[in-house]
């Protein structure tokens, strides 16, 4: 069964840092595109970065943000740094045969994160 499961959100003090992680069952991992997502409250879902071969941020956590890959442990991570109280939101991984930052390429969600920023 393809899963997605993320873990590592909670509440820090902006400037904080914060490790994302999301284990991707076998069958999901190894062909994949990888990315993360973000939803605040009252706004809709935003690419926050993703990779195939290569690492795609936007351009609100470029320089703050770094996604990377262990295949070993078939996860994604997102290591986030400097974080403001606009990175509040909900932390979404996803998986698919193409990469993007816009949501509709991606073929499989996980549940999500939460992640609370305070100022």
């Known amino acids: 069964q393809e899963q997605l499961v993320e873990s590592g959100g909670g509440s820090v003090q902006a400037g904080g840092s914060l490790r994302l992680s999301c284990v991707a069952s076998e069958n999901l991992y190894s062909p994949s595109c990888m990315g993360w997502f973000r939803q605040a409250p009252g706004k809709e879902r935003e690419g926050v970065a993703y990779?195939?071969?290569?690492?795609y941020y936007a351009d609100s956590v470029k320089g703050r943000f770094t996604i990377s890959r262990d295949n070993a442990k078939n996860t994604l991570y997102l290591q986030m740094n400097s974080l403001k109280a606009e990175d509040t939101g909900m932390y979404y991984c996803?998986?698919?045969?193409?990469?993007?930052?816009?949501?509709?390429?991606?073929?499989?969600w996980g549940k999500g994160t939460l992640v609370i920023i305070s100022s």
């Open positions: 996803a998986a698919g045969r193409y990469g993007s930052l816009g949501s509709s390429v991606y073929d499989y």
């Open positions: 990779m195939c071969n290569n690492e």
